[in-house]
Every structure is written in C-alpha cells, then in structure tokens.
C-alpha cells in the first residue's frame, strides 16, 4: 500500500462546477500538506499549502486537512475550462521531501 | 530567467547508453531534489541536495542512478547503461530556506 492515496480519475465536470479532490495518507508524521497543479508537459506549479490540520482558502480554492482522519480535500469553486489540470497532492514530515499521489486529471467542460 | 531551468527537454537512448539530466536551479537556492515521474504517475523523490552536499540519496532505484551538485549550483543526474524502465519525466525542484519547491519542466527520457 502507498503512503499516499488518490484517486486517478479522470473527473470531468462542467463549467462553473464545485469540484472536489481529496487524498488519503497512511503516515502519523506528515505536517505540511500541498497540493500542486500539473499541465501537460509541465512541472507542477504549487497551489496550497496547509501546516498541520484546519482550512486554507485562496480565491475559489480550499484545502482542508484532517490529520484524525488522514484526508486531505481541494475544493475548487466556479470551475474554469482553465482549471482543467492534473492535481496532485503531496505531503511531507519537514520542509524538505515530497510525498506525492498519482494525481487526478481534472477536465472542466465549457 | 527567473525559474528552474532543465535540458534537456527530451532525450531518446537506446538501451545500454549513459544519459546525463542537468538542472540550473533558481539562483541563491540552497536545496535541490530530483524526481522522477512514470507516465499516469505521481513524482517519486529520488534526492536532495543542500548546497554541494547529497543528504539524502534513499530514491535512486539503482547504483545506475547518480547524481552531484559539486559547487552548491547546478545539478547533474547520471543514469549508467539504461534500460527502457528508466523512461519517465525527470523533475528537478529547488528551493530557498524556509520557502516551497519551484518545478523546472523535466526531462522526458525515452530508452528504446
């Protein structure tokens, strides 16, 4: 069994859509909690970043983090043909090594 | 430029070759990892560097995998007499005291 689990999808939705994506994690250690997003044939670029549990909100992203649970969410609101990515999240025990999941390809339909 | 800058962007070797994967990180950066990324796949860590010095190598799937930082910049990954399970994207990411990693683009290695 991974680390970290997510759900590959792929997840299309249409356009102005609430979309969610969440992980599963299995280690006790991990503090800081990412998500990234990944065009086609690029890196990932960071999109949030969440120190121990509770909510972030960014614009029309949230994360959630519950560490009693091991879960992590994105929520993205109004979703754009824009949106339409690979997200992948990832975590780590310090502020060095990255655990990532698969990743789930997003497609948002205009 | 102002990101992580890797070449090259593509590289195609038949079974067998020595690659070498360079990566420029952002300039003043002190940590440098490299990932690697199968196709469908999330990155996987194969290791970090700060400044000259390899702190973790635990990733490398292989004594065909290398990797140096010699003066504290930009970082080399080597990979020895490759075969076709080493074609992937290979990611490098810096980034600066306290702050979160900047991607560059990757290397996407075919081995035919």
């Known amino acids: 069994q991974k680390e970290v689990e997510q759900d590959p999808g792929p997840l299309s939705v249409p356009e102005g859509a609430i979309v969610s994506l969440n992980c599963t994690y299995s280690n006790s250690a991990f503090q800081y909690f990412m998500w990234y997003r990944q065009y086609s044939r690029k890196g990932p670029e960071l999109l949030m970043y969440t120190y121990s549990s509770g909510n972030k909100e960014d614009g029309r992203f949230t994360a959630q983090v519950d560490k009693s649970s091991k879960y992590i969410s994105l929520f993205i609101r109004d979703s754009q043909p824009s949106d339409s990515a690979t997200y992948l999240c990832?975590?780590?025990?310090?502020?060095?090594?990255?655990?990532f999941g698969q990743g789930t390809e997003l497609s948002v339909k205009p | 430029g102002a990101g992580v800058s890797q070449s090259p962007r593509y590289k195609v070797a038949k079974r067998g070759q020595d690659v070498a994967l360079r990566c420029d990180p952002i300039s003043g950066h002190v940590s440098l990892f490299w990932y690697q990324q199968a196709l469908g796949q999330g990155p996987e860590f194969l290791t970090y560097f700060q400044n000259e010095a390899q702190l973790d190598k635990s990733g490398l799937p292989s004594d065909r995998f290398f990797a140096e930082r010699p003066e504290g910049s930009v970082s080399t990954l080597k990979i020895q007499r490759t075969q076709q399970e080493d074609s992937a994207v290979y990611l490098c990411?810096?980034?600066?005291?306290?702050?979160?990693?900047?991607f560059g683009n990757g290397t996407r290695l075919t081995v035919t």
């Open positions: 990411a810096s980034s600066g005291s306290g702050e979160q990693l900047h």
């Open positions: 990832a975590m780590s025990a310090n502020e060095g090594k990255l655990i």
